[in-house]
C-alpha cells in the first residue's frame, strides 16, 4: 500500500507540473496584455508600466514560470506584500494571494461535492439495490424508469425549476446558501441541501442503472446461489456475497466521475448563486487572471487525482483478489 | 459618464441629475399589469439645475426620514464584486452607491422628498464661494470630522486626495478636475505625476493657506466645480493612511460605515464607523447597523428572490440590480409588491455610434439611423419600465433637453422606417455594402443585435454581426483602430449639465484610445463649441447652446443615431423602509433606507 501511494504521488506531482506549465505558456498565447484588463480606462504608458512591475509581467515567460514554481513552496515578494508557500502568486484582478482566495472558497466546493457525492451514492445505490432485490415488480420497473428520465436531466434547467417551486414560490426550503460547517450545521445542511439534491440527479440516475444491473449479474453468480443453496439468510447474501461483488464496476465508475462531479459543481455553483471555486474558475478565465487560473487549475486537479488514489485503493479494499502493489 | 462594464460587470458609471421623487408605490388597486412605468415628463422635471446650497443647508445632522428606526443588518444583492473601492477609481454606479455609506467628499447632493437636488457642503461648511465667476474656489473644512481611525481631516488630506488622482495608478474615476486644473485630456498628466515623490501641485493651481482651507485656482471659469466635487470620485483619501494601489482594497473610511469584512467574489460587510459624526452631515442617514452585500445574484435572481420576500430577502434592497424582464408582469401585476418597487428616469443614453473613420458617408448614416428598431431595442432591455424611444443624443434629464427635436422622426417611426432608408442606401450606392457590428456577449446584448442585424438587412446592407466580451468590449470599442463600423453604447450625465455629455462624447480633441469619443468625431465646429459653452456661467444660456450643438450634430453630421433613453425598475423587501429613488445615483437611496422591524 506504502508502495502504491508513493507511486501515485509522484505521477501525481509530474502530472500537475505538466498542467501547470501547459496553462502557463498556454496563457501568454493570448494575444492580450493582462495588464491592460488591469488598467482603466484612462491607461496611459506609465500606469501599464506600473502594473506590469506589480504583477512580475516584466521578465520572460519562462522565468515567470520558473518563479512560479519557485514560489509554490519557497514564497514570493509582491509589490502588495509577502506571499507565504505555498504561494500561487497575487490574483491580476483582485490584488490579494491566491492561495487565500482558494482556502477561502475551497471549504464551499468541498461540501457541495462530497455532499453531492453521499447523496447520489446512498440515493443511486440504494435504489439500485432494491430495484435489483424487487426484480420485476412495479417499484423496480418505477425506479428503472424515473432513473431514465432523469439521467436527461441538466443542472441548470433543474435548477431554476426547483427554486421556482420549492424556495420562490412555496417558501419549503431556504434559498441555497453557504454557512460554514464549524459556524452552524443546521444552516450548513439547509443551505446546500437542494444544490445536492439538484447536482445528485443526474448521477444518482446513472447508479441507480448500474447497480440495478450490476446486482442482478451478482445474484446469479454461482458463489452466490451456493451460498443460498448452504441455507445462509437472503440479507447476509445479499448484502456479504452479491453486494460486494457489484461494487467494483461502480467504484470504476466512479473514479471517472469524480471530474465530472467537479464540473458538476462548477455549474451547480452559478445556478445557485454560489460562490466557491466553480465559479472563481470562471471569473479567472473570464479576467484573464493568469494566477488565480493557475491556482484553480491546480488545486482542481489535485482534488480530482487525490480522489481517484482513494477510489484505486477502495478496489483492494472491496476486492481482496486486488493487490496495489 | 459611459454605462462601463468593469472587470466582471456591467456597471452603470454614477449619474447626477436633478429633480422630482419617483417613487411608484401606487396601485390601481386592482394589480393589473398596465404600463405604470415613467415617462419622459417625470425625466423633464429631473433635468433642473442643481441648486448651490448655503452654508445653513449644509449642517447636519440630516432631517430625519418619517418613522425611521435604528438597528439591524439590511441585506443587499449585487451581481458582481465592486471593480475598485479607491474612491479615486470610482466612475461606476454600483461603487458609487457603496461609496455614499464610505466616503466624504467636500460637496455632496443632497435631495429633498422630491428628489430635487441641491449641492451641499458635505465635509466643507458649504457648496463653495466664487467671488471671480467661478475661476477661484475656495473652501472651508468643517470642525470634527474624522476617519475610521480617529485622525481630523484637514487641507492636507483634502490636496492629497487631489494632488494622487495625476498618479499614473490612477486609471479610473473621473477627470473633470484634474483637466480643469492642469490640461485637457490626458495632459494635466504630464503637468503634475503626482504626491508620492514630495511635490506638490503649485500654490497656483492648489492652495491650502491653512488646516481648514483649501483654494481652486482654475485659468477659465468652472462654475460646476461644487457638482463636480460631488462625485464620489473626489472624496477625500486621508494622507497618512494612503496606501496607493493597495487602498483599492483596504479603503479608509470617513463615511457613516467602514468595511467591517471583504471577500474579494464573494461579498462584502460593512459595520458603523463610531468616528462619523451624524450632526457633521447634512445628507447621510445610518439607520441600520450594518449591510451585508451579498454578490453573484443576477437580476433574475434578485427578483425572484425579493418577489418571494422570505427570510433575509424581507430585509433586502438592490443596488444596481433591476426588476428582470422575465419578471416583469409578475411585479407590475402584484399590487403588493409594487408598493416595494421605486421607479425613476436614468440618464443614460443608448446610442448607436457610426465609426467616422470607416462610414465616411452621411448618406448611409442617416439610413442607418433611421433604420433602428429602437421600439423592438429597448423592450428587450425591460420594456416600458426599462427605457424609451430615443429621439435625440440629449436624455430627458439634460438642461435643454427638446422633444421637439427629432430629426430621424422617431415619434412617428418609433420603430425604424425601413423605406426611408432603403431609398438612402440606393442613393449612396451602398445597397450590400458589408457594415461590421460590434456588440457585448450579455443575452440582452445578443438579442438587441438580431434585431438591429435584421434591420440592416432590410435595407440592403450586409451586416455582420461581432460579438465582444462585455468585459472588454468598451476597451475594444474604444480603440482608435478598431476594426467595427457601428457599435451601440450608453452614456449618461454625471450631472444635469450637457458639460458632462457632449464633451466626452463628440470632443475631436480628447481622441484617444479609451476616449469615449466613440465615434472619432473631430469637427471644428463641435470643438469650438465646446470650449464656448463651457465658458458660459449662467445655466440657462449653457442648456439652450448645448440643445443648439445637439442639433448640430445629429442633423448635419449624425456620428451616432439615438436609441433609447433608460428607466430605472427597483424592488426591495417588505421589512426595508425609507426606500425612495435617488435623483442622484440613478437607484435606491441608501442614505436612506432602515429596517421596520
Known amino acids: 500500500m506504502l508502495r502504491f501511494l508513493l507511486r501515485r504521488t509522484l505521477g501525481a506531482a509530474l502530472i500537475l507540473l505538466l498542467i501547470s506549465a501547459f496553462t502557463f505558456f498556454m496563457f501568454f498565447a493570448i494575444p492580450q496584455d493582462p495588464a491592460m484588463l488591469a488598467c482603466g480606462k484612462n491607461c496611459t504608458p506609465d500606469a501599464l508600466d506600473i502594473i506590469h512591475k506589480n504583477l512580475g509581467l516584466d521578465d520572460p515567460v519562462p522565468v515567470q514560470y520558473w518563479n512560479f514554481l519557485v514560489g509554490i513552496f519557497a514564497g514570493r515578494d509582491f509589490a502588495v506584500g509577502h506571499c507565504d508557500a505555498p504561494c500561487f502568486g497575487v490574483s491580476f484582478s483582485t490584488q490579494e494571494m491566491v492561495w487565500d482566495t482558494i482556502v477561502d472558497r475551497f471549504p464551499l466546493t468541498l461540501s457541495l461535492t462530497v455532499g453531492g457525492l453521499i447523496v447520489f451514492l446512498f440515493v443511486g445505490l440504494g435504489t439500485g439495490l432494491l430495484a435489483a432485490a424487487k426484480r420485476g415488480t412495479w417499484l423496480d420497473k418505477g425506479a428503472s424508469s424515473v432513473s431514465l428520465v432523469l439521467s436527461s436531466m441538466q443542472i441548470y434547467f433543474l435548477g431554476p425549476v426547483v427554486l421556482g417551486a420549492f424556495v420562490y414560490d412555496t417558501g419549503w426550503l431556504d434559498k441555497p446558501k453557504y454557512v460554514p460547517f464549524s459556524e452552524n450545521l443546521g444552516e450548513w445542511f439547509m443551505g446546500l441541501l437542494i444544490p445536492w439534491l439538484v447536482m445528485s440527479v443526474i448521477f444518482t440516475a446513472n447508479y441507480t442503472r448500474m447497480s440495478r444491473s450490476t446486482m442482478i449479474e451478482q445474484l446469479q453468480e454461482e458463489h452466490v446461489r451456493a451460498a443460498r443453496a448452504k441455507g445462509m439468510r437472503k440479507n447476509y447474501v445479499f448484502f456479504r456475497y452479491a453486494w460486494r461483488g457489484s461494487l467494483i464496476p461502480i467504484v470504476t465508475i466512479l473514479g471517472m466521475d469524480i471530474s465530472a462531479l467537479l464540473g458538476g459543481g462548477m455549474v451547480t455553483e452559478l445556478t445557485f448563486g454560489l460562490s466557491g471555486i466553480g465559479r472563481l474558475a470562471i471569473d479567472s478565465v473570464l479576467n484573464k487572471d493568469l494566477p488565480l487560473t493557475m491556482g484553480v487549475m491546480l488545486v482542481s486537479a489535485a482534488f480530482i487525482i487525490a480522489l481517484n488514489i482513494i477510489v484505486d485503493a477502495l478496489y483492494a479494499v472491496i476486492d481482496p483478489r486486488v493487490r496495489l502493489s | ?597
Open chain 2, 1 to 597: 459618464m459611459s454605462i462601463i462594464r468593469s472587470r466582471t460587470a456591467q456597471a452603470a458609471v454614477v449619474a447626477a441629475t436633478a429633480g422630482a421623487l419617483v417613487l411608484t408605490g401606487c396601485s390601481d388597486g386592482g394589480g393589473s399589469a398596465k404600463d405604470k412605468s415613467k415617462s419622459k415628463k417625470d425625466a423633464a422635471a429631473q433635468s433642473v439645475a442643481v441648486k448651490l446650497g448655503t452654508a445653513a443647508d449644509s449642517k447636519g445632522p440630516a432631517a430625519e426620514v418619517p418613522g425611521a428606526k435604528t438597528g439591524g443588518t439590511m441585506k443587499v444583492y449585487n451581481a458582481t464584486d465592486f471593480s475598485h473601492l479607491d474612491p479615486g477609481q470610482i466612475y461606476v454606479s454600483d461603487a458609487g452607491m457603496l461609496g455614499k455609506l464610505l466616503f466624504r467628499g467636500l460637496t455632496t447632493n443632497k435631495e429633498d422628498a422630491k428628489g430635487n437636488q441641491t449641492v451641499v457642503g458635505d465635509i466643507a461648511t458649504d457648496s463653495g464661494q466664487t467671488t471671480d465667476g467661478g475661476k477661484t474656489w475656495k473652501y472651508t473644512l468643517k470642525d470634527g470630522i474624522k476617519d475610521e481611525n480617529g485622525h481630523v481631516i484637514d487641507s492636507a488630506d483634502v490636496r492629497h486626495s487631489v494632488e494622487r488622482l495625476y498618479d499614473p495608478f490612477i486609471t479610473d474615476g473621473p477627470s473633470y478636475l484634474q483637466q480643469w486644473l492642469s490640461g485637457s485630456g490626458t495632459t494635466y498628466r504630464k503637468a503634475y505625476a503626482g504626491p508620492f515623490k514630495g511635490k506638490h501641485l503649485p500654490d497656483s493651481v492648489l492652495e491650502t493657506p491653512d488646516k481648514k482651507t483649501v483654494i481652486f485656482k482654475f485659468k477659465t471659469a468652472q462654475p460646476d466645480l461644487p457638482q463636480a466635487l460631488a462625485m464620489v470620485g473626489y472624496s477625500v483619501v486621508p494622507k497618512e493612511t494612503d496606501t496607493k494601489e493597495k487602498y483599492d482594497k483596504k479603503p479608509v473610511a470617513v463615511g457613516p460605515y467602514k468595511i467591517g469584512e471583504y471577500k474579494p467574489g464573494k461579498g462584502m460587510k460593512l459595520v458603523r464607523n463610531e468616528n462619523w459624526d451624524p450632526k457633521t452631515d447634512a445628507m447621510r442617514h445610518a439607520y441600520v447597523d450594518g449591510f451585508d452585500i451579498e454578490y453573484n445574484h443576477n437580476d433574475d435572481d434578485q427578483t425572484k428572490t425579493l418577489l418571494a420576500d422570505r427570510g433575509d430577502a424581507k430585509d433586502a434592497v438592490m443596488f444596481t440590480g433591476q426588476v428582470s424582464t422575465s419578471q416583469l408582469q409578475k411585479v407590475v401585476g402584484n399590487a403588493a409588491a409594487m408598493k416595494r418597487t421605486i421607479q425613476g428616469y436614468a440618464p443614460y443614453v443608448w446610442q448607436m455610434n457610426f465609426n467616422l473613420d470607416r462610414i465616411k458617408d452621411k448618406k448611409i448614416r442617416d439610413a442607418i439611423t433611421l433604420a433602428m428598431p429602437a421600439t423592438a431595442v429597448y423592450k428587450a432591455d425591460g420594456g416600458a419600465y426599462g427605457g424609451e424611444v430615443a429621439n435625440s443624443l440629449m436624455s430627458p434629464t439634460t438642461p435643454g433637453y427638446d422633444e421637439k427635436l427629432d430629426p430621424f422622426n422617431r415619434a412617428k417611426n418609433p420603430n425604424g422606417d425601413i423605406e426611408a432608408a432603403k431609398k438612402l442606401i440606393e442613393e449612396a450606392g451602398a445597397k450590400g455594402k458589408k457594415i461590421t457590428y460590434a456588440h457585448g456577449s450579455e443575452q440582452m446584448r445578443q438579442e438587441q443585435a438580431v434585431l438591429i442585424e435584421d434591420a440592416l438587412r432590410k435595407i440592403g446592407l450586409n451586416p455582420q454581426k461581432k460579438q465582444v466580451d462585455s468585459a472588454t468590449f468598451y476597451e475594444q470599442v474604444g480603440k482608435i483602430k478598431n476594426k467595427y463600423d457601428i457599435y451601440m453604447t450608453g452614456w449618461g450625465q454625471d450631472w444635469a449639465s450637457g458639460a458632462t455629455v457632449f464633451p466626452p462624447l463628440f470632443d475631436g480633441t480628447q481622441i484617444q484610445d479609451g476616449s469615449s469619443n466613440y465615434s472619432h468625431l473631430n469637427d471644428e465646429h463641435v470643438n469650438k463649441e465646446i470650449v464656448r459653452i463651457q465658458k458660459i456661467t449662467d445655466p440657462k444660456k449653457a442648456a439652450t447652446a448645448w440643445h443648439e450643438l445637439n442639433e448640430y450634430i445629429m442633423t448635419e453630421i449624425n456620428p451616432a443615431a439615438p436609441i433609447y433613453y433608460t428607466k430605472v425598475f427597483q424592488i426591495a423587501g417588505s421589512n426595508v423602509g425609507g426606500l425612495r429613488y435617488s435623483t442622484t445615483t440613478s437607484y435606491t437611496d441608501v442614505t436612506q433606507v432602515y429596517l421596520k422591524k
